[in-house]
Protein backbone atom coordinates (compact mmCIF):
# COMPACT_ATOMS: atom_id res chain seq x y z
CA UNK A 1 0.00 0.00 0.00
CA UNK A 2 1.40 3.30 -0.90
CA UNK A 3 1.62 6.53 1.23
CA UNK A 4 -0.37 9.12 -0.13
CA UNK A 5 0.36 12.75 -0.01
CA UNK A 6 -1.51 16.17 -0.54
CA UNK A 7 0.24 19.16 -0.30
CA UNK A 8 -1.57 22.52 -0.86
CA UNK A 9 1.69 25.15 -0.94
CA UNK A 10 4.77 24.44 -2.59
CA UNK A 11 6.98 24.44 0.39
CA UNK A 12 4.78 21.60 1.55
CA UNK A 13 5.19 19.70 -1.67
CA UNK A 14 8.97 20.45 -1.85
CA UNK A 15 9.35 19.18 1.55
CA UNK A 16 7.45 15.86 0.93
CA UNK A 17 10.17 15.15 -2.40
CA UNK A 18 13.36 15.76 0.03
CA UNK A 19 11.92 13.30 2.30
CA UNK A 20 10.52 11.18 0.16
CA UNK A 21 13.39 9.94 -2.49
CA UNK A 22 11.17 7.43 -4.45
CA UNK A 23 8.21 9.37 -4.14
CA UNK A 24 6.28 9.73 -7.55
CA UNK A 25 4.23 12.41 -8.50
CA UNK A 26 0.19 12.71 -10.51
CA UNK A 27 -2.52 14.94 -11.20
CA UNK A 28 -5.43 13.52 -12.60
CA UNK A 29 -4.46 9.65 -12.41
CA UNK A 30 -5.79 8.94 -15.60
CA UNK A 31 -2.31 7.51 -16.72
CA UNK A 32 -0.52 6.76 -13.38
CA UNK A 33 -3.35 5.31 -11.46
CA UNK A 34 -4.23 2.69 -14.75
CA UNK A 35 -0.37 1.87 -14.76
CA UNK A 36 -0.79 1.35 -10.77
CA UNK A 37 -3.74 -0.40 -11.26
CA UNK A 38 -2.18 -2.94 -13.56
CA UNK A 39 0.75 -3.04 -11.64
CA UNK A 40 3.33 -1.67 -13.91
CA UNK A 41 4.55 0.69 -11.24
CA UNK A 42 4.42 -0.13 -7.89
CA UNK A 43 6.05 3.10 -6.33
CA UNK A 44 5.79 3.50 -1.97
CA UNK A 45 4.87 7.02 -2.07
CA UNK A 46 2.38 8.96 -4.28
CA UNK A 47 2.18 12.79 -4.17
CA UNK A 48 -1.01 14.16 -5.66
CA UNK A 49 -0.61 17.72 -6.84
CA UNK A 50 -4.46 18.71 -7.05
CA UNK A 51 -4.70 20.90 -4.68
CA UNK A 52 -1.69 23.22 -5.30
CA UNK A 53 -3.76 26.16 -7.33
CA UNK A 54 -0.37 28.10 -8.54
CA UNK A 55 -0.41 25.08 -11.23
CA UNK A 56 -3.90 25.82 -12.52
CA UNK A 57 -5.83 27.91 -15.01
CA UNK A 58 -5.00 29.75 -18.37
CA UNK A 59 -3.10 33.38 -18.38
CA UNK A 60 -2.01 36.00 -20.75
CA UNK A 61 0.30 38.83 -21.08
CA UNK A 62 1.15 40.99 -24.36
CA UNK A 63 3.51 38.53 -25.93
CA UNK A 64 2.88 35.04 -23.78
CA UNK A 65 -0.16 32.59 -22.97
CA UNK A 66 0.46 30.34 -19.87
CA UNK A 67 -1.44 27.23 -19.35
CA UNK A 68 -0.90 25.61 -15.48
CA UNK A 69 0.56 21.76 -15.66
CA UNK A 70 -2.53 20.63 -13.61
CA UNK A 71 -5.46 22.59 -16.16
CA UNK A 72 -7.84 20.09 -17.46
CA UNK A 73 -8.40 19.19 -20.47
CA UNK A 74 -11.81 20.35 -20.27
CA UNK A 75 -10.78 23.32 -18.48
CA UNK A 76 -8.80 24.13 -21.22
CA UNK A 77 -11.68 23.06 -24.10
CA UNK A 78 -13.92 25.72 -22.15
CA UNK A 79 -11.11 28.87 -21.77
CA UNK A 80 -11.95 31.83 -23.69
CA UNK A 81 -7.79 32.42 -24.44
CA UNK A 82 -7.33 28.97 -25.72
CA UNK A 83 -10.67 28.96 -27.56
CA UNK A 84 -9.87 32.62 -29.03
CA UNK A 85 -5.65 31.63 -29.92
CA UNK A 86 -5.59 28.29 -29.72
CA UNK A 87 -7.44 26.55 -32.04
CA UNK A 88 -5.19 24.00 -32.43
CA UNK A 89 -5.53 22.59 -28.97
CA UNK A 90 -8.82 22.69 -28.85
CA UNK A 91 -9.19 20.82 -31.59
CA UNK A 92 -6.95 18.28 -30.66
CA UNK A 93 -8.83 17.87 -26.63
CA UNK A 94 -11.86 17.36 -28.54
CA UNK A 95 -10.34 13.88 -29.67
CA UNK A 96 -8.44 13.00 -26.59
CA UNK A 97 -10.43 10.47 -24.57
CA UNK A 98 -13.84 10.92 -23.04
CA UNK A 99 -15.79 13.49 -20.75
CA UNK A 100 -14.93 11.71 -17.73
CA UNK A 101 -10.96 11.54 -19.00
CA UNK A 102 -11.21 15.29 -20.21
CA UNK A 103 -12.71 16.31 -16.67
CA UNK A 104 -10.16 14.48 -14.82
CA UNK A 105 -6.71 14.39 -17.38
CA UNK A 106 -4.15 17.55 -17.16
CA UNK A 107 -2.05 18.76 -19.59
CA UNK A 108 1.05 18.04 -17.38
CA UNK A 109 0.25 14.79 -17.23
CA UNK A 110 -0.14 14.19 -20.83
CA UNK A 111 3.57 15.54 -21.14
CA UNK A 112 5.30 13.63 -18.84
CA UNK A 113 3.54 10.52 -19.79
CA UNK A 114 5.58 11.25 -23.46
CA UNK A 115 3.20 8.64 -25.14
CA UNK A 116 4.02 9.40 -28.88
CA UNK A 117 0.29 9.29 -29.28
CA UNK A 118 -0.35 11.85 -26.70
CA UNK A 119 -2.74 14.49 -28.42
CA UNK A 120 -1.62 17.44 -26.70
CA UNK A 121 1.66 16.66 -28.40
CA UNK A 122 2.26 17.77 -32.04
CA UNK A 123 -0.05 20.32 -31.24
CA UNK A 124 2.43 21.95 -28.76
CA UNK A 125 5.67 20.73 -30.39
CA UNK A 126 4.33 23.20 -33.59
CA UNK A 127 3.17 25.55 -31.23
CA UNK A 128 7.16 25.67 -30.31
CA UNK A 129 5.74 25.23 -26.58
CA UNK A 130 8.29 26.29 -23.74
CA UNK A 131 8.08 24.04 -20.31
CA UNK A 132 8.81 25.41 -17.20
CA UNK A 133 10.06 23.03 -14.53
CA UNK A 134 10.07 24.16 -11.24
CA UNK A 135 11.96 23.07 -8.37
CA UNK A 136 12.31 23.89 -4.40
CA UNK A 137 15.08 26.95 -5.44
CA UNK A 138 14.55 27.50 -8.70
CA UNK A 139 12.63 27.43 -12.03
CA UNK A 140 13.96 26.69 -15.86
CA UNK A 141 12.74 26.95 -19.54
CA UNK A 142 12.99 23.68 -21.98
CA UNK A 143 11.32 23.68 -25.69
CA UNK A 144 9.07 20.24 -25.51
CA UNK A 145 11.04 18.57 -28.36
CA UNK A 146 14.26 18.51 -25.73
CA UNK A 147 11.83 18.02 -22.84
CA UNK A 148 10.78 14.08 -24.33
CA UNK A 149 13.26 12.10 -24.87
CA UNK A 150 11.26 8.97 -25.66
CA UNK A 151 7.94 6.94 -24.90
CA UNK A 152 7.77 7.22 -21.24
CA UNK A 153 10.87 9.44 -20.47
CA UNK A 154 11.21 13.02 -20.25
CA UNK A 155 14.18 15.34 -19.00
CA UNK A 156 12.96 15.78 -15.29
CA UNK A 157 15.04 15.04 -12.50
CA UNK A 158 13.32 14.19 -8.72
CA UNK A 159 12.65 17.03 -7.00
CA UNK A 160 11.50 18.84 -10.13
CA UNK A 161 7.63 19.27 -11.19
CA UNK A 162 6.50 20.37 -14.80
CA UNK A 163 4.67 23.65 -13.74
CA UNK A 164 3.50 25.44 -16.71
CA UNK A 165 3.56 25.46 -20.81
CA UNK A 166 4.47 29.03 -22.67
CA UNK A 167 3.59 29.77 -25.83
CA UNK A 168 4.28 32.73 -27.88
CA UNK A 169 1.15 34.66 -28.91
CA UNK A 170 2.73 35.36 -32.40
CA UNK A 171 3.17 34.11 -35.81
CA UNK A 172 -0.59 34.45 -36.52
CA UNK A 173 -1.78 31.23 -38.34
CA UNK A 174 -5.23 31.28 -39.90
CA UNK A 175 -5.72 27.58 -40.16
CA UNK A 176 -5.20 25.43 -37.32
CA UNK A 177 -5.40 21.38 -37.98
CA UNK A 178 -5.72 18.67 -36.09
CA UNK A 179 -6.58 15.06 -37.52
CA UNK A 180 -6.16 12.05 -35.44
CA UNK A 181 -6.64 8.46 -37.69
CA UNK A 182 -7.46 5.95 -34.81
CA UNK A 183 -9.21 2.16 -34.64
CA UNK A 184 -12.69 3.81 -34.17
CA UNK A 185 -13.94 7.67 -33.95
CA UNK A 186 -14.09 7.42 -30.15
CA UNK A 187 -11.66 7.04 -26.91
CA UNK A 188 -8.92 5.78 -29.43
CA UNK A 189 -5.58 6.07 -28.77
CA UNK A 190 -3.94 7.35 -32.27
CA UNK A 191 -2.86 5.39 -34.92
CA UNK A 192 -1.50 8.25 -36.96
CA UNK A 193 -1.84 11.85 -36.01
CA UNK A 194 -1.42 15.24 -37.89
CA UNK A 195 -1.13 18.72 -36.72
CA UNK A 196 -0.34 21.71 -38.50
CA UNK A 197 -0.61 25.60 -38.64
CA UNK A 198 -0.78 27.12 -42.18
CA UNK A 199 -1.19 30.46 -43.59
CA UNK A 200 -2.47 30.10 -47.45
CA UNK A 201 -2.30 33.43 -49.60
CA UNK A 202 -5.12 34.59 -51.89
CA UNK A 203 -3.50 33.22 -55.30
CA UNK A 204 -3.46 29.41 -53.37
CA UNK A 205 0.13 29.42 -52.47
CA UNK A 206 1.37 27.89 -48.74
CA UNK A 207 3.29 30.77 -47.46
CA UNK A 208 3.89 29.80 -44.27
CA UNK A 209 3.77 25.96 -42.39
CA UNK A 210 4.69 24.13 -39.48
CA UNK A 211 3.88 20.21 -39.43
CA UNK A 212 4.22 17.70 -36.78
CA UNK A 213 3.05 13.85 -36.69
CA UNK A 214 1.70 11.67 -33.73
CA UNK A 215 2.63 7.97 -33.36
CA UNK A 216 4.96 7.29 -36.27
CA UNK A 217 7.97 7.38 -34.14
CA UNK A 218 9.26 7.42 -30.45
CA UNK A 219 8.15 11.19 -30.00
CA UNK A 220 6.22 13.47 -32.25
CA UNK A 221 7.95 14.20 -35.45
CA UNK A 222 8.41 17.17 -37.01
CA UNK A 223 10.66 18.18 -40.21
CA UNK A 224 12.18 21.54 -40.70
CA UNK A 225 13.05 20.83 -44.66
CA UNK A 226 9.46 19.49 -45.42
CA UNK A 227 7.71 22.80 -43.94
CA UNK A 228 10.94 25.05 -45.73
CA UNK A 229 9.89 22.85 -49.18
CA UNK A 230 6.26 23.61 -48.94
CA UNK A 231 6.46 27.15 -48.76
CA UNK A 232 5.70 28.69 -52.13
CA UNK A 233 3.95 25.32 -53.46
CA UNK A 234 0.39 25.33 -54.11
CA UNK A 235 -1.94 23.98 -52.27
CA UNK A 236 -3.16 21.35 -54.71
CA UNK A 237 -2.79 17.58 -55.05
CA UNK A 238 0.27 18.45 -57.18
CA UNK A 239 1.47 20.65 -55.13
CA UNK A 240 1.67 18.40 -51.98
CA UNK A 241 2.69 15.47 -53.39
CA UNK A 242 6.46 15.38 -53.35
CA UNK A 243 6.14 16.48 -49.66
CA UNK A 244 3.90 13.06 -48.95
CA UNK A 245 6.54 10.92 -50.41
CA UNK A 246 8.97 12.65 -48.57
CA UNK A 247 6.98 12.13 -45.82
CA UNK A 248 6.96 8.86 -45.86
CA UNK A 249 10.06 8.27 -46.55
CA UNK A 250 11.29 10.33 -43.09
CA UNK A 251 8.80 9.24 -40.50
CA UNK A 252 10.12 5.76 -38.50
CA UNK A 253 6.46 4.13 -37.44
CA UNK A 254 6.67 0.41 -35.84
CA UNK A 255 4.13 -2.37 -35.98
CA UNK A 256 2.24 -2.46 -32.66
CA UNK A 257 -1.26 -4.20 -31.99
CA UNK A 258 -3.21 -0.82 -33.48
CA UNK A 259 -1.57 -0.94 -36.90
CA UNK A 260 1.16 -1.46 -39.26
CA UNK A 261 4.21 0.28 -39.82
CA UNK A 262 3.72 0.45 -43.43
CA UNK A 263 -0.06 1.36 -42.87
CA UNK A 264 1.29 4.13 -40.36
CA UNK A 265 3.79 5.14 -43.70
CA UNK A 266 0.86 5.68 -45.99
CA UNK A 267 -1.36 7.24 -43.84
CA UNK A 268 1.10 10.06 -42.39
CA UNK A 269 2.08 11.07 -45.61
CA UNK A 270 -1.64 11.05 -47.09
CA UNK A 271 -3.05 12.91 -44.11
CA UNK A 272 -1.59 16.02 -45.66
CA UNK A 273 -4.11 15.58 -48.78
CA UNK A 274 -6.52 16.65 -45.63
CA UNK A 275 -5.11 20.63 -45.63
CA UNK A 276 -6.53 20.75 -49.07
CA UNK A 277 -10.12 21.84 -47.82
CA UNK A 278 -8.16 25.12 -46.98
CA UNK A 279 -7.65 25.75 -50.54
CA UNK A 280 -9.12 29.30 -51.97
C1 LIG B 1 -9.79 5.44 -20.96
C2 LIG B 1 -8.64 6.36 -21.28
C3 LIG B 1 -8.61 7.01 -22.50
C4 LIG B 1 -7.56 7.86 -22.82
N1 LIG B 1 -7.56 8.48 -24.04
C5 LIG B 1 -6.54 9.31 -24.37
C6 LIG B 1 -6.53 9.95 -25.64
O1 LIG B 1 -7.42 9.80 -26.47
N2 LIG B 1 -5.46 10.77 -25.92
C7 LIG B 1 -4.45 10.98 -25.04
O2 LIG B 1 -3.54 11.73 -25.34
N3 LIG B 1 -4.44 10.38 -23.82
C8 LIG B 1 -5.45 9.56 -23.47
N4 LIG B 1 -5.46 8.93 -22.24
C9 LIG B 1 -4.33 9.13 -21.34
C10 LIG B 1 -4.51 10.22 -20.25
O3 LIG B 1 -5.85 10.46 -19.95
C11 LIG B 1 -3.86 11.55 -20.64
O4 LIG B 1 -2.51 11.37 -20.97
C12 LIG B 1 -3.96 12.61 -19.53
O5 LIG B 1 -3.67 13.88 -20.06
C13 LIG B 1 -3.02 12.33 -18.38
O6 LIG B 1 -3.16 13.38 -17.42
P1 LIG B 1 -3.27 13.07 -15.87
O7 LIG B 1 -3.29 14.38 -15.17
O8 LIG B 1 -4.39 12.16 -15.59
O9 LIG B 1 -1.86 12.33 -15.64
P2 LIG B 1 -1.43 11.43 -14.38
O10 LIG B 1 -1.94 10.05 -14.55
O11 LIG B 1 -1.74 12.14 -13.11
O12 LIG B 1 0.15 11.46 -14.58
C14 LIG B 1 0.72 10.92 -15.74
C15 LIG B 1 2.26 11.00 -15.62
O13 LIG B 1 2.68 12.35 -15.54
C16 LIG B 1 3.35 12.62 -14.31
N5 LIG B 1 2.90 13.96 -13.94
C17 LIG B 1 1.61 14.41 -13.97
N6 LIG B 1 1.59 15.73 -13.71
C18 LIG B 1 2.88 16.12 -13.52
C19 LIG B 1 3.51 17.38 -13.25
N7 LIG B 1 2.81 18.52 -13.15
N8 LIG B 1 4.87 17.41 -13.09
C20 LIG B 1 5.59 16.25 -13.21
N9 LIG B 1 5.04 15.05 -13.49
C21 LIG B 1 3.71 14.98 -13.65
C22 LIG B 1 3.00 11.48 -13.38
O14 LIG B 1 4.06 11.18 -12.50
C23 LIG B 1 2.80 10.34 -14.36
O15 LIG B 1 4.05 9.77 -14.70
C24 LIG B 1 -6.50 8.07 -21.89
C25 LIG B 1 -6.55 7.44 -20.64
C26 LIG B 1 -7.60 6.57 -20.34
C27 LIG B 1 -7.62 5.89 -19.00
New binding site residues.
Partial sequence: MSKVFMPAQPDELWGILDENPEA???????????RLRSRFTKPDCLVC?ERLDD?KGVKADDDDIFIG??TT?REMLNDPIIQKDLHILTHALK????PP?RN???????I??A?P????LAPLYILNAQLEIGSRNSTRRAPIESFILGPGKVD?AHG????RVVVRKVPKFEVHHYEKVGKRNA????VVSMATLMNVSSNNLISNIRLAWGSVGPTVLRFGDIEHFLVGKPLTVEGLSEAINMIQELVKPIDDIRATACYRREVAGRLLLRLLKYSV
Fill in positions: VVYAGGTDLLVLLALHQLGSIMGTLGGNVTSAGDTLEILSLACS
